[in-house]
Structure formats: C-alpha cells, structure tokens
C-alpha cells in the first residue's frame, strides 16, 4: 500500500485507520481555524481604541438561534466521526480466516512467543506476507502492551486472560513492537521485532528448526553470541559499561569475582556464566533483584555457549 | 448591582491579624484559600521541578543522566503531585474558597470549621504521601495493578495518604453544595448568580459524587498489598482490569474536576475585559451541569485496548463524544461576547484568551482519543501526554493563571506590574506551545509514553521539547517572582481596578474578615456591561 | 430560595443547612459502599458456584443476631430524637447511650463472627468470597465505631445542656447518619449471608 498518505502504513486495515486520522484531522483544523481566526480578529477588531469609549458596547446577551444551531452541527459531526471510528475498529477486530496463529506472552521484560508447531522464540515474531496473522496475547506477571505502530494496532496483555489481536501484513519487512503499559524498570527496553517473510522464506524457515536468530554457516560463536544477546533480550537488562540497569553489568565480567546474596563469592568462569542463563536463581549477584527469567528452554545449547563467549570478549 | 463601588476600608482587611495562630485556627475562608493557594503553588513548583528533569533525561535516547528506575519514580512522583496536590485542589480550595461566598454575597460558608478542618486534612494527606517517598514507587500515577499491588515500594502508604486527599477534596465540595444553596444573598437567584458558581457547583456536584470510589480503590489496593485480599489479583480470582474500572470511574470526572471552575473563571474575566455581557449565560450555565452528568458516563474511553468487549467500547466512544458538545457551546460563546466589545489585553485578559486558543487544541484533539480505531493506535504514546498537557495545563493551568492575575488586587490590596506579567505571559505561551506540539507529532510516529529511553528516530521532537520546556519554566518564574514582587512592593490596589460588577469588587482591596459590612440585596445580574441602549437579545 | 440577611446566623438557615450537609454526605457515603456492592456483583456474576458454597459457610445465626441488634438501635435513636424534639434532654442522652451499647453489640458479635472466621482457616486472602465479606463487614464495622463516636459527642452536648425542644440538630444529624450506618447492614445481610 504506498498511499502517499499512508505514512508506511504496513496493512491495508492501517491504511484506513490513517484515512479517519487525516479525516479528523481536517475537520478538527477547520473547527479549529474558524473558532480562533474569528478570535483572533475580534480581539484585534474590537479591542478598545479611546480609552474612554468602554461602555459603548451593545448589551447582547445571547441569540437562542445561534445556540441551537452550534449544539446542533457539532452533534452531527461527532456522530459522523464516532461512526466512522467505529466502522474501521470493528474491521480490525473480526478476525479474517485462514489465519497463522501465533502465542505471544510478555512477562517482565521481553516477549515469549510460541508457535503451533512448538518452536518458540524470545523478542522476534515471524510471519509470512500476505496472510493475516492472529496474536494470542497474555502475561505472566502484570499487564503489558502489544504495540505495532507500523500496523495502528495496540492490545494489552493481561495476567489471568488471553485478548486477542490479528493484522494482515502487506508486504516483508520488520517492524517495531513497543510495550506500552508501564510494568516496571525495563518497560522502554521490551523492544521486540515482527518479521514479515516473503511466502517463500517463511516456508524455508519453517521447514528448518531455528531459535533466537538465524544459524550461519561458520560464524565465529563470539559473533553469534553478540547477535542472539540482542534478540533475546539479554542486552534489555545487562548493561555493557554505561548507565546501571535491572541486571549486573557484562563489561569485565568475566573471570572477575562476583560476590552474591548471603555472602559468598564466585568467579564468573564458563559455567558460572552458564548456570546464570539457565538457572538465573541458583546464584543471586548481591544488590541485583531475582527477577531473570530462565533460558533454559529457549536457547539452544549452541546459542548459551555463544553468548558466554560474547560476554568473554567484554573486556 | 445594589452595592457602592467602595467601600470604607480598615486598612488591612481579612490580613490584619498576624501570627500563626491566626491562620493555623483560622474559620475565615479566606485565609483558608490562601492556605490552599500557597500549598498547592509549592506543589505545582516541586511537580515542575520533576517535570524539568524528566525533560532533560528525554535530550537522549539513552539514560544519561539517571538510571531508567529514578526516571520511572520521578515520572510517577511529577504526575501524582500534579494531579492530586495541584491541580484538583488549587482552583476549587484556593480560588474557590476566597471568591463563592463573596460572589453569592455570604459571610462565609456554611461550614466553617469543616473547611479549616479539610485543609488540615489535606496537610495530613501531603504528609502522608511524603512519607510514601522512602520508598518512592515508579507505577505510574494511575497505580495499575497487578504492578502497583506486586512491587516493592511504599503504595499502601501512598494509598492512605492519597485517600486522606480525597476526603479534603468530599469535605470541600459538600461545603460548597449547602453554602451555594443556603447562603445566597436576598435577590440572589440562581440566575444572577456568576457564572463561576455554576462552575464551581457543578465541580462540588462531582467532588462528591466521584472521590468516594477512587477512596475505596486505594483502600483496596492498599488492602491487596497489606492483607492479599483477592479483588485485583488474577491468581486469586481477582480482575486487574476492574482497578482500571474502578479507577477511571473517578478518573475521568475528576478531569472535569480541574477544568469547570478554570472555566468559570473564564466566564468571568472575558466580559469585564470586554465590557459587554457574557453572551449566552444560561447555555454557558447549563451546560457546565451537563458536562459533569456526561462526564461520569465515559470513563472506559481509557480502557479501549484493555480487552473490553467491542460493545463495551462502542458505547464508551459514542458517549465520549457528546461531552465535547457542551465544551464547544463554551467556546463558542465566549468568542461571540467579544463581538462588539470594547477589549483590553490586561494579564487576565491575555491568560483567559490564551485558555480558549490552548484549550481548543487539547480539545479538538480528544476526537482523536475518543474514536475508536485511532484511540487504538494513539493509546500510551506522547499524542496522550500531548492532549491532556494541552487540556491540563493549557486549560487549566491557564485559567489560574488569568484567576490569579485577575484576584491578586483583591486578595493583596496589591498591583502586579503589568509590564512584567505580559512579558512571562509571552514566555508562558511560546514556551508551552514548544515543549508539547511536538509530542502530537512523536505520539503519531508512534513513540510510547512513560519510556525513559527511545528509539533514535523520536529525538528531534523531544529535543525540541526541552527547549520549550525550558522556555517555558522562564516564564513561570518570572510570573511568581511578578507576583512576589507585587505582595512585597506593589502599589496599592483599589477595591475595584477591573470596574467589575460581580460583588467580591464592591468591597474593599482586601476585603474585610466579615465581608460585607451589610449583606446586599441583589438586583440585577453580574454582567450588565455596556449600554442599554443596544438591542439585548 | 436565597437566604435572609442574618446568613447563617439564622437558626432555620443553619439547620436547613445541617441537613443537606448531612444528606450530601451520606451520598459520599453511598458510593464508598456501592463501588464494593460493584465489585460483588462483578464477582457474584463471575464465580457463581464460589459464591453458592462460601456463603454457606458464614455463620447466619450471629448475623440475623446482628440485623436485630442494629434495627434495635435505629428504634433507640427515633426515640431519642423524638425526646429531643419534646425537649427532653435526659430522656435523648439515655436512648442515644442504649444505642451506643448496641452498636458495641453488634461489633462484639462482628468479632466473635470474625475470629470464627478465622478458626476454620477462612481468611481475606483466602478466595473473593472471602474479600469480599471482611472487606465490607469491615468497612461497615468502621462506619459502626464512627457512628457511635457521633453519637457520644451528641451525649456530651446534651449534657453541657446545649439542646432544646427548638434546637437540636446535632442530635437529629447524628440519628440520621446512624440510620444509614444500619441501612448499609440491611442490604449487606441477604447479599453475603443470605442469597444463594
């Protein structure tokens, strides 16, 4: 959809949100012009030249016409826009059949995502272009935002409920998703990405088993390790130098000595860094929060042996 | 109006009287007023200061300057002072009390000491919150659970203390109620009354009715984290969306809370400026009751994507929409009583036009929020933050600015300096118009609110914001160190400088403690401006 | 209406006053309990069969002892304010301090009830049932020892002679909010104890 208008509106359906945008937008500019342009030229029309001609104004105090008719026209242009805003929400929410479903759980700070054939994935969505895509959305801890500005779609995910939300993506790209209700410290780093694929990709991706990011040919691990940190969220919490956040700071970590909660030490050595990944509550660094959720399950062995070789190369 | 333009004076008035016992015990509702005006401009002062160095953390993308946790609890702690211990209380406890019996022509209202008593009521509850901050909280002012029930900050006594708020806020308005309906002056009828009653009754008709559930939502928030009762926990049964009901059920009419008596005052200043009559009194009267009734039926416009069902929004939407009609005939009216009048752009003057250009933006954009599949798209980003800092502090912040430009001779015996009042109005208004259109502009590009780090591509409008913001704390300073100025050292007042009709200028500058020497018999409405000898419609 | 010249210097202004005072209050009044009455019907309409077996736990005995004791007391305040009204300031302080008596009663039975409660495990936090129950028997039980804080602080004023046959509106205030106190049990009742 490359509507001039459209803004990079990724979906038709965005496309007509952007229309009753531009709609209201003229509408809410033109009441607006005509209110302050006929203040403004009152004010400069009638304001007092001779100081002592003040009270010669006429005594006007009302005209029943006028008021019926300024009750009445905006009565009919909100309806008209209540109508229109109504119509293109109630399209966004009757989802379209044939849908790819995907589950996505946000949990303090990242997405968990799921797919039908099991195969999960942290902060990174893939879908095929072309069809329309269902998101199952839940919460584990407290409530959470399911963004895609790219889309004009937003739902929250709430603890205890499944909501619901579905988009049909035009065209392959990436585009953003923003958590949007506050949940705590790392609420503006739940940056997650949707992957739309062209019908092709997406069919070679599903066919192979992949986790966070893509596997390549001899990559070095280290390298990996730096990619898979980013997309599954590792780098929303662990600073590399720089400003303190919700998780101990990776930058000369490795080899020095950690003191943890309860007063004993570790050398943060291979496996220490391991067990950190898969098993974040065994050890608890002193003065951090216990609130790291396990990779166990959602990091391949391979992908937990890169990223221990990344956080080797902070020095 | 019945009464002598001045009368005899007794030197300094209600502010005779020195030492703290005088105001700390004192039933005159006046000093009460003052009390409020000063505690709630502090506030106003501290919640800035919060403001300003969230606007400086926002020049960069990354955290700078503090970590994301500070930026958190001071986004938290500048919205929650703002709201509860400035602007709902400010116009309404400050203005509202000094100016509605000596606008009906009463001595007083009809309860003087639960008035001394919800002010210390009120210090209870700011004392109270500010215990909250050795364990400050980053929820949020709106405390959605099950966030605001699980982390480990001090909300069960924040919960208490904004409670106690709450009770100042019921005492308030149910003095206002019975003093508006008892205590008018011989002749008063409802229709002579000014319109900043209207506004103010209408106000107090929503204090009372709404502030009770958001009492019992804290108490129950407070009660999950003491007690682990079950209402809000998903484990437990509970249903974390109902504290989202719960909460905007007051939420939303408190808005209104902020915005009726800031256009009362409005209402009052735009005719004696203009030296005509306010054009259309009973739709501009009837039309404030009518915006508190609606206002309590559309509190889920907050809540479109919180897993409502489509009907549920649909309903909310349509209601929503007809709020905005009676604020129009607002409008409307005030720019057709400077038709044909004969204006003058004194401070008050140029802070009562100002709310009507600023308060049209903020309102022309609420269209946007309250139709449904751009509210989906808008929700939680900065065109939120940007509407209601256009509606608050554009609406509101503004018409306090005019009342208190407007009052000061009367409440001081004092002059501002005019000069000086126009050049901050100036700053005021480049800098507030700075500092928030371009989060119209970050919101539609989709940039989320309450994120203390963004992605590169939202700087250049928060960059641009800091400057106004910045711009427009000059022009703040410069009004209050206008106004400090104008208590130390200004030249004297007269009882009426305005040539104002409305009773609280038949008195002297400052008025005496009992007001009137006289009650006076009231024969005429306060807005006879200009001569009969127009056609009056 | 608009008032006369005294304002509120005047007694027939001053106790017009009163009253509405007192009736807006009881307003507030009305949606503090009633956002709890929203959150019971919410839930009710939520977990039916939760609500079915919890209620049947509750000890009905003790609360129709209850409803008796409070609707006793509300008859004990008309008779006061009745006295009152005939300018019998004795007969007012012995009716109005049988009603405190009552009211301490009701909250010893409130107490019983709850430490029953708590005996066989059945807690706040234990389901919204649970909540629910101690949440608004409690909020009532508040509003009960605030009632008869008024009602003292009525005693008091009587007794410094302070009422008369043509003044008394203290006395008639203070029985007004204790009927509403009684009022809020009379719909609390049949919604937690009674209704299946």
Redesign the interface.
């Known amino acids: 959809m490359d509507n001039v208008l459209a803004?990079g509106a990724a979906s038709a359906q965005a496309a007509?949100?952007d229309a009753?945008?531009v709609m209201?937008t003229v509408?809410?500019?033109f009441?607006?012009f005509l209110?302050?342009g006929?203040?403004i030229y009152?004010?400069v029309r009638?304001?007092?030249r001779l100081p002592d001609?003040?009270?010669?104004?006429?005594?006007?105090?009302?005209?029943h016409l006028?008021?019926f008719f300024?009750?009445l026209i905006?009565?009919i242009v909100?309806?008209a826009?209540?109508y229109?805003?109504?119509r293109?929400?109630?399209e966004?929410?009757i989802p379209v059949g044939g849908a790819t479903e995907v589950y996505v759980n946000a949990r303090q700070w990242l997405y968990e995502i799921k797919y039908p054939d099991g195969r999960t994935a942290i902060n990174e969505i893939r879908v095929p272009a072309g069809r329309p895509v269902k998101f199952i959305l839940s919460a584990s801890?407290?409530?959470h935002?399911f963004?895609l500005?790219?889309f004009?779609?937003?739902?929250?995910m709430?603890?205890?409920?499944v909501?619901t939300l579905w988009v049909e993506p035009d065209r392959p790209g990436r585009y953003?998703i923003?958590?949007?209700?506050?949940?705590?410290?790392?609420?503006?780093?739940m940056?997650a990405q949707l992957v739309v694929m062209s019908p092709d990709a997406y069919a070679e991706w599903s066919a192979r088993h992949e986790e966070a990011g893509e596997e390549k040919e001899h990559e070095p691990l280290a390298v990996r390790g730096a990619r898979v940190a980013k997309n599954a969220g590792c780098l929303n919490c662990h600073p590399i130098g720089?400003?303190?956040?919700?998780g101990p700071d990776w930058k000369g970590l490795f080899g020095s000595n950690v003191p943890l909660e309860g007063g004993a030490s570790a050398t943060a050595d291979e496996e220490y860094l391991r067990e950190s990944i898969v098993d974040p509550g065994a050890r608890i660094v002193k003065g951090f929060p216990n609130v790291m959720p396990t990779y166990k399950t959602t990091l391949s062995k391979e992908d937990v042996d890169a990223v221990v070789e990344y956080i080797k190369t902070l020095k | 109006m019945a009464q002598a333009a001045e009368e005899p004076g007794s030197g300094r008035g209600y502010l005779a009287e020195s030492g703290w016992r005088s105001w700390a015990y004192t039933m005159d509702h006046k000093r009460i007023g003052v009390m409020y005006l000063y505690t709630t401009i502090a506030f106003f002062f501290i919640g800035g200061i919060f403001a300003l160095l969230l606007r400086l953390e926002l020049l960069s993308p990354?955290?700078?300057y503090?970590?994301?946790?500070t930026y958190?609890i001071f986004f938290t702690l500048h919205g929650s002072m703002m709201i509860f211990l400035f602007i709902i209380p400010a116009i309404p406890s400050g203005l509202g009390n000094f100016f509605i019996p000596m606008h009906i022509g009463a001595r007083d209202v009809a309860f003087p000491r639960i008035n001394l008593a919800s002010y210390w009521v009120f210090v209870a509850g700011f004392l109270v919150v500010i215990a909250s901050l050795v364990s400050p909280m980053?929820?949020?002012w709106t405390f959605?659970?099950?966030?605001s029930a699980?982390?480990g900050a001090a909300v069960a006594t924040l919960s208490f203390g904004i409670f106690l708020l709450g009770m100042s806020s019921i005492l308030t308005g149910l003095n206002f109620i019975v003093t508006i309906h008892k205590l008018r002056a011989p002749g008063m009828t409802w229709h002579r009354l000014p319109l900043f009653i209207w506004g103010m009754y209408s106000t107090s008709i929503i204090q009372v009715v709404a502030t009770p559930v958001v009492g019992v939502t804290f108490l129950l928030l407070a009660m999950e984290r003491l007690l682990g009762v079950a209402f809000f926990d998903?484990?437990k049964g509970g249903?974390?969306?109902l504290f989202q009901h719960f909460f905007w059920f007051y939420s939303h009419p408190v808005v209104y809370v902020m915005i009726l008596p800031a256009m009362g005052i409005i209402s009052e200043v735009i005719p004696v400026f203009?030296?005509?009559?306010?054009?259309?009194?009973?739709?501009i009267a009837y039309s404030s009751l009518a915006i508190a009734f609606l206002g309590f039926l559309v509190w889920g416009h907050h809540m479109f994507?919180?897993?409502m069902s489509?009907l549920a929004?649909?309903i909310f939407?349509?209601l929503t929409?007809?709020v905005?009609?009676p604020t129009?005939?607002k409008?409307?009216?005030w720019?057709?009583t400077?038709?044909?009048?004969?204006?003058?752009?004194e401070s008050p003057m140029l802070y009562a036009?100002t709310f009507?250009?600023l308060f049209?933006?903020g309102g022309?954009?609420g269209?946007?929020l309250?139709?449904?599949?751009?509210?989906?798209?808008l929700?939680?980003?900065y065109f939120v933050v940007a509407h209601f800092h256009y509606t608050m502090m554009g609406g509101t912040v503004m018409g306090f600015f005019a009342g208190l430009h407007y009052w000061f001779p009367k409440m001081t015996g004092k002059m501002v300096n005019e000069k000086i009042a126009r050049i901050s109005w100036a700053l005021v208004f480049v800098g507030f118009n700075v500092a928030f259109f371009t989060m119209f502009i970050a919101g539609?590009?989709?940039m989320?609110?309450?994120?203390?780090?963004?992605?590169p591509k939202f700087q250049v409008e928060n960059v641009i914001s800091t400057v106004g913001a910045a711009i427009l704390a000059v022009g703040i300073g410069m009004m209050f160190w206008n106004f400090l100025q104008g208590l130390r050292k200004g030249p004297p007042a007269p009882g009426n400088p305005w040539r104002a009709l409305s009773l609280e200028w038949q008195t002297p500058s400052p008025p005496d403690t009992e007001n009137f020497h006289e009650i006076p018999v009231v024969t005429d409405w306060p807005?006879?401006?200009?001569?009969?000898?127009?056609?009056?419609? | 209406m608009s008032a006369p010249h005294e304002g509120h210097g005047d007694p027939r202004v001053a106790f017009e006053s009163a009253k509405l005072g007192l009736w807006t209050f009881l307003a507030t009044e009305v949606l503090l309990f009633g956002a709890l009455f929203t959150a019971y019907a919410v839930f009710r309409a939520k977990y039916p069969a939760l609500f079915h077996s919890e209620h049947l736990k509750l000890n009905r005995v003790l609360g129709t002892l209850n409803t008796v004791v409070l609707i006793t007391s509300s008859l004990t305040v008309v008779l006061g304010v009745d006295a009152i009204r005939r300018g019998k300031a004795r007969l007012l302080e012995r009716y109005y301090a049988v009603t405190i008596v009552l009211g301490a009663v009701f909250l010893c039975v409130k107490y019983i009830e709850w430490t029953g409660e708590f005996h066989h495990g059945r807690y706040p936090d234990s389901n919204i049932f649970f909540s629910l129950y101690f949440m608004m028997t409690g909020l009532h039980g508040i509003h009960v020892i605030l009632g008869m804080g008024v009602l003292a602080y009525v005693v008091v004023l009587s007794r410094r002679g302070r009422f008369s046959g043509e003044y008394h509106t203290p006395a008639e205030v203070a029985g007004l909010y204790w009927h509403f106190v009684d009022l809020v049990w009379i719909y609390l009742l049949p919604l937690l104890y009674l209704i299946g």
């Not at chain 1, 001609?53 to 005209?63: A, S």
């Not at chain 2, 400077?338 to 752009?345: M, R």
């Not at chain 2, 309250?370 to 989906?376: F, K, P, R």
């Not at chain 2, 989320?448 to 992605?455: D, I, S, T, V």
């Open positions: 803004f007509r949100v009753l945008f209201i509408i809410g500019g009441f607006f209110t302050q006929m203040l009152f004010a009638y304001r007092r001609r003040d009270n010669e104004t006429p005594r006007i105090t009302g005209n006028l008021e300024w009750v905006p009565s909100v309806v826009i209540f229109y805003g109504w293109v929400y109630t966004q929410r801890d407290v409530i935002g963004y500005p790219d004009r779609v937003k739902m929250d709430i603890p205890g409920r909501t953003q923003f958590c949007t209700v506050y949940c705590g410290t790392g609420h503006s780093n940056l720089g400003a303190a956040k919700v | 990354q955290a700078k503090f970590s994301d946790h958190n980053d929820t949020g959605y659970t099950p966030y699980k982390t998903p484990a249903d974390p969306v203009s030296r005509k009559p306010i054009f259309g009194y009973k739709a994507t919180s897993g489509p929004n649909a939407s349509f929409f007809f905005a009609v129009a005939v409008v409307f009216n720019i057709a400077l038709y044909k009048g004969s204006i003058t752009f036009l009507i250009f049209a933006v022309l954009t269209p946007f309250g139709a449904l599949a751009t509210d989906v798209q929700h939680d980003t539609v590009k989709g989320p609110r309450r994120y203390a780090e963004y992605l807005y006879a401006y200009g001569t009969p000898k127009g056609p009056a419609a």
